[in-house]
C-alpha cells in the first residue's frame, strides 16, 4: 500500500492542524496505522496509532489530551489533529501502516511509510 501524509503547513502556538494519511491503492482499513514524527537533529517519535477497525488508540504523552486520530474508511483516510499546538510538535510527520493487528508504538512493526509531511509552529 502507498501512503501519502499531506496538511502540513507553517502555524502559531496554539493553534490546530489536522494531517491526513491517505492511500491512492490498496485499502486502508486493512491496516493498523501509525503517526510518527521527526524534529530536526533528533531521532524520530512515535505519535499516535489506531487499529484497524478503529477501536483502539495509544497515544504518546507528548500529544495526549491535545491529539485526536481518527480515520474514515470509505476515504481510505486516516486523520490526525492536534490542537495547542507549541513550538515543540515542530517536525515531519510521517503515517505508516502494519497488518491488522493491535497498536504499536514500535517502527519496525510497521511495513509501509509515506513520504511524510512538515509542520513548523511557530512561537
Known amino acids: 500500500v502507498q501512503l501519502q501524509a499531506s496538511g502540513g503547513g507553517l502555524v502559531q502556538a496554539g493553534d490546530s492542524l489536522r494531517l491526513s494519511c491517505a492511500t491512492s491503492?490498496?485499502?486502508?482499513?486493512?491496516?493498523?496505522v501509525g503517526w510518527f514524527r521527526q524534529a530536526p537533529g533528533k531521532a524520530r517519535d512515535f505519535v499516535v496509532s489506531?487499529?484497524?477497525?478503529?477501536?483502539?488508540?495509544f497515544f504518546a504523552d507528548s500529544v495526549k489530551g491535545r491529539a485526536t486520530i481518527s480515520r474514515d474508511d470509505g476515504k481510505s483516510t486516516v486523520y490526525l489533529q492536534i490542537d495547542n499546538l507549541k513550538p515543540e510538535d515542530t517536525a515531519v510527520y510521517y503515517c505508516?501502516?502494519?497488518?491488522?493487528?493491535?497498536?504499536?508504538?514500535?517502527?519496525?512493526?510497521?511495513?509501509?511509510w509515506g513520504q511524510g509531511t512538515l509542520v513548523t509552529v511557530s512561537s
Open positions: 489506531i487499529s484497524w477497525v478503529g477501536d483502539a488508540t
Open positions: 491503492e490498496g485499502n486502508l482499513s486493512r491496516y493498523t
Open positions: 505508516a501502516a502494519r497488518p491488522p493487528y493491535t497498536v504499536s508504538r514500535k517502527e519496525f512493526e510497521y511495513d509501509y
